[in-house]
Structures are given as structure tokens and as C-alpha cells.
């Protein structure tokens, strides 16, 4: 501000200095002119400040107080402001000198210092122009996040991160607002703004955490703004958060640390909670399935801490349950959504990738607890779903396994799937999900007594899969179903070529119809 205020002292000294004697009048006239300067230069100076004033209350109403700091400090305000005071002031002072010559003329000294003052008036005219332009621009959005910005960057950079994350804060409040004003560009710059501080930040890592609790609370400002994008439905805005947010999310699993990735898991699964169920935004919904699995998997390929990776991918999975199980209950054709995008293909990258880094071992502690997360899911359609529902998850079982028919091993887990996901629909008496399940899988793979085992050591880990009664029934039915069926696949690989000898008016049990006849025994009249 030093170097604005000397700035106008030497403007107006080398213009009192240098300008020549232009002014013509008499003492009238010269009189007339400075107090018109004065009265001018006073009228504009105080018109033009009180009207950058309710610009700025309106600028600060609709994104940020911060705005009033920023014109407070704006630099410009002293030079502008001691130039037109100076001026005025010279403008009197000249005014009170005066003195009229014998002829009604004044001094040549007088005339010159009237000239300085038509100078300085035409000075303090373009000057105005440009202090006004540079207020406008001040109260620009972008300018006012770029400047918070430097501020951020600043007290990180000493070390003041509690003010750092004020800085944050103060963004997002200028996020929220945008959102709500419906201004989507100014709402996307605040979006990448925060993106770059997380980015640029320094990360956490598998040895050193010390710093997740500073990734935590910029995160927490992110799903902050996404609650108010998504429910104003600025689709732009609530997109940039999520692919944000799950680029954030890879750079912390490459990075090493889980734990912060978690956090990203974590979010997601609060947006969808408090935001999106029930909404009908199930295209929202579905790129935060994607991401979380698509983080999962990056955890899968990148960890080399075993145990982690098993926390992480089973953590993450039980998100996807909690967002299923929400769908289903929220919204409409919510169990068609389950199906087709948390039960079926996308959970199949999931576990092939499992199998391609750890090779096809089996029993896999990771694929054990996966799995009975995964048919707790499941169980849900069978209630509630329909057919095609099953026919989905089928589906992508089918296209994982037929590529490694022949390689036994690798298919295991995967027969290990389909025996759970056929005895839990038998035991929830749901014999068309059954039907189609082994259709599924039983026309192509033979019945492997290995599986059975495996299942009947682990019943005491799978029993509250059936509400903790015994399975050995309900798998024992399958095994028998699976091997009548691949049997009458072998006999009829194209199905069977006579027609169906049913009837129209076929019934299974025609005795429970006797009431419709008056107690008459139906068989009288219906074809048994």
C-alpha cells in the first residue's frame, strides 16, 4: 500500500510541478472554477464509493463476506482516495489565495496551479474509470477464490493448517451458494479448487497417518457441497465432486495408505446415504458403485499388506451392501439396480482380480468372507426381486466361468458361489431363482463332490446365511439337483424334442379347488 500512496503524492507533485499556465480567465472565473473542481470531484468521489459499496454488501450477501477483507486491503483504495482528497484539497487552498489583480486578472503562479487542478480533474476522471474496473474484477467470483487461494497456500506454507482448512471452508461456502444460485461454472471452479489443495497436499502414507485427520476434513468440505449439488441436481457439479473425489482415492492406494482411502469409500457411502437414496438419481448412485470398486480393485493389484487388502475390499463391499440394501427399499426397480450393477459384472472384476493376483487358491480367507457378504445381498433379490434379477447375476458367473471351463482350479470359487447362492434360494422356498441358478451354471459344469465338502466344513461360518439353521439339507438338495440336471443335460443337450404334453386347463392338485365348487369334488369338473 506504501508503493500506491507514494505513488499519487508524485503524481500530483510532478503535475503541480510540470503542468504550464493554460487557464485564461479572470478572478471570477477562476473562482467559479476551482469551487466547481472541488464541488465535482467531491459528488463523484463520494457517488462512485457508495455505490462500490452496495456492490460489495451484494457480492459478500451472495458468496463470501471475505470479500469486505479483500476490499479493505484492496490496494488501490489509498492511492485513489489520497489522490482525490489531495486534490480537493488543493482545489480550497487555492480557492482561499486567491487574490484579484488590478486589471480583474490573477497571478501567473495562480494561473498555473489552476491548470494542475484541470489536469489532476481529468487524471482523477480515467483514473476512476480504472479503479472501478478493478473493483468489478475484485468482485468477481473466480478473483475472490483465487485470492483465497493464495491465502490458503500461504498459511500452509507456514504451517497454520487449522487456518489452511479455514481457507477450505470458506471455498466451499462459496460453493454451497453458487450451487444454490443455480451458477454451475463458479460451483465446478470451487469443486477443482479444493481438488488441488487436496492434491497438492501432502500425503498420507502406510507408515505415516499423522496427517489423514487434514485429508479427512478437506474431504468432509467436499461432501458438504455435494449434498447441497445433489439436491439442487446440478449434475455437472455433483460429477466433478465424485471424479474428484476417486482420483483422490487412487493417488491414496497408490501412495500406500488405506486408510485414506477408506475415507473416500467412506464418503461415498455417506453421499448416497444422506443425499441421493431416494432421489430416483440412480445414475449418481451408480457411478459411486463404480468407483468404489474400481478403488477396490486398484487395492487389490496394488497392496502388498495382505491383511489390509482383506479389510479394505471387505469394508468397501459392505458400503455396497448398505447402499443395496437402501436401494432396494427406496426406489423404485431399486432391486433391478442391485442386480445389475452391485451383484453382477462389476463384482465379477472384483473377484477375478482377487483369483489374478493371488492365484486360484481355495479356500481364500478373502473370498470366504466376500462371499458371505455377497449372498447376504443376494437374499434381498430373492425376496424381493424378480426372476430376471437372478438371471443377471447368473449371467456374469457364467461368462467369468466358461472361459476356464477346462481349468478346474480356477473355477472353484466360483462353483463355491453358485452352491451358496442355489441352497440359500431353496432354503428361502423361492424355486424359480433356483431353477434358473442351476440352469445357469449346471448345463455347463459338472457336479464337483470337492465343492460340497469345502461347503460342508465351512457350514459353521455359512449357517447364518440359512438364520443359523443347519445348511447340510438345503446343499445336500442342490448337489442332488445340480447332478440330475447336468445328467439331463448330457441326455439332452438341445433339450428335449417333444412337445410339452400339458393342457390348459392342467392342474398340479385339483382337490384344493373344492371350495370354488361348493364342496363338490373338483374332479368332476377340472382335469386332474
Same mark, same amino acid.
Given at each position: 500500500m506504501g508503493i500506491h500512496l507514494m505513488f499519487s503524492w508524485v503524481l500530483i507533485g510532478l503535475v503541480l510541478v510540470f503542468t504550464p499556465p493554460i487557464f485564461d480567465g479572470d478572478a471570477e472565473t477562476a473562482r467559479n472554477y476551482l469551487n466547481t473542481i472541488a464541488q465535482i470531484l467531491a459528488t463523484i468521489f463520494t457517488l462512485s464509493i457508495s455505490i462500490v459499496m452496495v456492490a460489495i454488501q451484494m457480492t459478500a450477501s451472495k458468496y463470501s463476506h471475505r470479500i469486505l477483507?479483500?476490499?479493505?486491503?484492496f490496494p488501490?483504495?489509498?492511492?485513489?482516495?489520497?489522490?482525490?482528497?489531495?486534490?480537493?484539497?488543493?482545489?480550497?487552498?487555492m480557492l482561499s489565495k486567491m487574490r484579484e489583480l488590478e486589471n480583474g486578472l490573477v497571478s501567473k503562479e495562480m494561473d498555473k496551479w489552476i491548470s494542475s487542478d484541470l489536469v489532476l480533474l481529468i487524471i482523477g476522471f480515467l483514473w476512476l474509470?480504472?479503479?472501478?474496473?478493478?473493483?468489478?474484477k475484485l468482485m468477481k467470483p473466480e478473483t475472490i477464490i483465487s485470492t483465497i487461494e493464495k491465502e490458503y497456500v500461504a498459511a500452509y506454507n507456514r504451517g497454520d493448517y487449522r487456518d489452511a482448512l479455514d481457507k477450505i471452508e470458506q471455498i466451499a461456502d462459496i460453493g454451497k451458494r453458487s450451487v444454490n444460485d443455480m451458477d454451475t461454472m463458479t460451483a465446478i471452479r470451487c469443486v477443482r479448487n479444493i481438488a488441488d489443495m487436496l492434491h497438492n497436499t501432502r500425503l498420507p502414507t502406510h507408515e505415516q497417518d499423522k496427517v489423514l485427520w487434514y485429508h479427512e476434513r478437506i474431504v468432509r468440505q467436499l461432501r458438504g457441497l455435494a449434498s447441497i449439488s445433489f439436491k439442487q441436481r446440478e449434475t455437472a457439479v455433483s460429477s466433478a465432486i465424485l471424479q474428484e473425489m476417486f482420483e483422490m482415492g487412487l493417488k491414496y492406494v497408490d501412495s500406500g495408505s488405506l486408510k485414506a482411502a477408506g475415507v473416500i469409500i467412506e464418503g461415498y457411502s455417506l453421499i448416497v446415504m444422506n443425499s441421493l437414496i431416494g432421489q430416483q438419481q440412480l445414475n449418481m448412485i451408480e457411478k459411486v458403485v463404480d468407483h468404489i470398486y474400481d478403488i477396490s480393485i486398484r487395492v487389490v493389484r496394488k497392496s502388498a499388506d495382505k491383511e489390509a487388502v482383506h479389510e479394505f475390499v471387505i469394508t468397501a463391499f459392505q458400503h455396497l451392501k448398505h447402499i443395496g440394501r437402501h436401494v432396494i427399499k427406496s426406489e423404485m426397480y431399486g432391486h433391478t439396480f442391485v442386480a445389475?450393477?452391485?451383484?453382477s459384472s462389476a463384482f465379477g472384476r472384483l473377484?477375478?482380480?482377487?483369483?489374478?493376483?493371488?492365484?486360484? !487358491?481355495? #479356500?481364500?480367507?478373502?473370498?470366504y468372507a466376500l462371499f458371505d457378504e455377497y449372498v447376504q445381498l443376494i437374499k434381498l433379490l430373492v425376496l424381493h426381486g424378480?426372476?430376471?434379477?437372478m438371471i443377471a447375476v447368473t449371467t456374469w458367473m457364467r461368462e467369468e466361468m466358461l472361459p476356464h471351463r477346462e481349468e478346474t482350479e480356477q473355477i472353484r470359487p466360483y462353483l463355491y458361489l453358485f452352491m451358496l447362492l442355489a441352497s440359500t434360494a431353496l432354503y428361502l422356498q423361492n424355486k424359480p431363482a433356483v431353477t434358473v441358478i442351476i440352469r445357469a451354471i449346471g448345463k455347463y459344469f459338472e457336479p464337483n463332490r470337492e465343492i460340497l465338502n469345502a461347503l460342508l466344513e465351512n457350514r459353521l461360518e !455359512?449357517? #447364518?446365511?440359512y438364520e443359523y439353521l443347519e445348511p447340510e439339507r438345503y446343499l445336500f438338495e442342490i448337489f442332488a439337483l445340480w447332478q440330475g440336471y447336468s445328467m439331463y443335460a448330457r441326455q439332452y443337450p438341445d433339450g428335449p424334442q417333444q412337445a410339452y404334453q400339458g393342457h390348459p386347463t392342467f392342474l398340479h392338485n385339483a382337490d384344493e379347488w373344492t371350495d370354488l365348487f361348493d364342496g363338490i369334488p373338483p374332479g368332476e369338473f377340472l382335469e386332474s
Open positions: 477483507d479483500f476490499y479493505v486491503r488501490y483504495n489509498v492511492s485513489l482516495f489520497s489522490f482525490y482528497l489531495l486534490t480537493i484539497f488543493h482545489s480550497i487552498y474509470l480504472i479503479y472501478m474496473y478493478a473493483v468489478m445389475q450393477q452391485i451383484v473377484l477375478s482380480t482377487i483369483i489374478e493376483i493371488d492365484g486360484p !487358491i481355495f #479356500p481364500h480367507p478373502l473370498i424378480d426372476i430376471k434379477d !455359512i449357517r #447364518p446365511l
